[in-house]
C-alpha cells in the first residue's frame, strides 16, 4: 500500500482519481487551495493539505512521507488563460516547479503530470503524435507545454522519474457547471437543463477528441506504475476519435444560437493513443455516445 499525493484532488479529475487510489487500497493525501476545488469532491479516508502551489515553502510538508505525486492542481481553461497571463503563468508554471522541487528534496520516486493537448495548437496531421511540433495558441496551452519541459530536466538532472500525460477534453459526471472551467459538454448539459438554446461558438465544425474521465484516470495509474516510463515521456490520452460540437449539441438535444468563435481554439483534436498503449497498455473503453447518454441520464434529459 503506498501514500500518493493528489495536487489539486478537489477538482473534478482529481476526486476521481483519490477514488480509485482508494479503491486500490491506497493511502491518498490531497494537495489544494480550494480556490476551484470542491470538497465534496475529496472522499472520505483522505487526508487533506490546504495550501497554494504557488508558495513553495508551505507545500513542502505535504510530499512528506509520500511515494508518488499526480500534479494536476492548474487554472485551466484557454479563455480564463488569455485574460490572466500572469495569474495562470503563476500558478501553471512556477506552481509545477515548486511542486517538483518538494517532490525532489522529499524522496518522492515519480510524479506523473496532467499535461494538456492544447499544447498541439493546430497540428500539422491528424492524429498528432507526441512527436509532433508544438504550436500552442493560448497561454494555457503554452504553459502546460513548459510544465512537460519541467518534467523532463527534472528527470534529467536530479533522477525524480517523472511522465507527463496529454488529456483530451475531458468530460464525465461531476463537471464543472460553472466559473472559468466549464466545457463546452457542460454548458450543453445546464442550458438544455434550463430550456435555454445552447450556444455554439462559431459554426460547430470545430472537431475535438472527447475522453472519458474514467479512461484519464486509469491511465493516470498506469503511468505512476509502468515500469516502462519515468524518464519525461509524453503520451497522449485520449479517445482517438473526434466529434463536431454542433454533433454534441444535436446528441443532447435542443434548439441552438451560434455565437462568436472563441479566441485561441484549434480547429481540430485527435489524438494517437499507440505510444500510450505500448508503454502502458492503455486503451480508451468509453465511447463518446455511451459517455453522453450516461450524463445526460444524470441530469434528468
Known amino acids: 500500500m503506498a501514500l500518493y499525493l493528489v495536487t489539486g484532488g478537489a477538482g473534478f479529475i482529481g476526486g476521481h482519481l483519490c477514488e480509485a487510489l482508494l479503491k486500490e487500497g491506497h493511502r491518498v493525501r490531497v494537495l489544494d487551495n480550494f480556490s476551484t476545488g470542491k470538497r465534496e469532491n475529496v472522499p472520505e479516508n483522505v487526508e487533506i493539505f490546504e495550501a497554494d502551489i504557488c508558495q513553495g515553502d508551505a507545500i513542502r510538508p505535504a510530499f512528506l512521507g509520500v511515494d508518488g505525486v499526480f500534479h494536476m492542481a492548474a487554472l485551466p481553461r484557454v479563455p480564463y488563460s488569455i485574460e490572466h497571463p500572469v495569474e495562470t503563468s503563476q500558478v501553471n508554471m512556477m506552481g509545477t516547479v515548486h511542486v517538483l522541487?518538494?517532490?525532489?528534496?522529499?524522496?518522492?520516486?515519480?510524479?506523473?503530470?496532467?499535461?494538456?493537448?492544447?499544447?498541439?495548437?493546430?497540428?500539422?496531421?491528424?492524429?498528432?503524435?507526441?512527436?509532433?511540433?508544438?504550436?500552442?495558441?493560448?497561454?494555457?496551452?503554452?504553459?502546460?507545454?513548459?510544465?512537460?519541459?519541467?518534467?523532463?530536466?527534472?528527470?534529467?538532472?536530479?533522477?525524480?522519474?517523472?511522465?507527463?500525460?496529454?488529456?483530451?477534453?475531458?468530460?464525465?459526471?461531476?463537471?464543472?457547471?460553472?466559473?472559468?472551467?466549464?466545457?463546452?459538454i457542460s454548458i450543453f448539459l445546464r442550458q438544455r437543463k434550463a430550456g435555454e438554446p445552447l450556444t455554439i461558438c462559431g459554426d460547430g465544425s470545430i472537431m475535438r477528441d472527447f475522453t472519458h474521465v474514467s479512461d484519464i484516470v486509469r491511465a493516470n495509474m498506469l503511468a505512476m506504475s509502468s515500469a516502462r516510463v519515468g524518464h519525461g515521456e509524453v503520451l497522449n490520452v485520449g479517445a482517438g476519435e473526434t466529434h463536431a460540437i454542433k454533433e454534441i449539441a444535436e446528441i443532447i438535444g435542443g434548439p441552438v444560437v451560434h455565437i462568436e468563435p472563441r479566441k485561441g481554439d484549434p480547429i481540430a483534436s485527435l489524438a494517437d493513443t499507440s505510444l500510450t498503449k505500448e508503454c502502458l497498455g492503455w486503451e480508451p473503453r468509453v465511447k463518446l455516445r455511451d459517455g453522453l447518454r450516461d450524463l445526460i441520464q444524470r441530469h434528468g434529459l
Do not use: H
Open 101 to 184: 522541487t518538494a517532490a525532489r528534496d522529499a524522496g518522492v520516486k515519480r510524479v506523473v503530470y496532467s499535461a494538456s493537448s492544447s499544447a498541439y495548437g493546430n497540428p500539422l496531421s491528424l492524429p498528432a503524435k507526441p512527436s509532433a511540433p508544438l504550436a500552442p495558441l493560448s497561454p494555457y496551452a503554452l504553459q502546460k507545454a513548459v510544465g512537460e519541459l519541467w518534467m523532463k530536466q527534472f528527470s534529467a538532472l536530479y533522477g525524480l522519474e517523472t511522465v507527463s500525460l496529454r488529456y483530451f477534453n475531458v468530460y464525465g459526471p461531476r463537471m464543472a457547471t460553472e466559473g472559468a472551467y466549464v466545457t463546452v
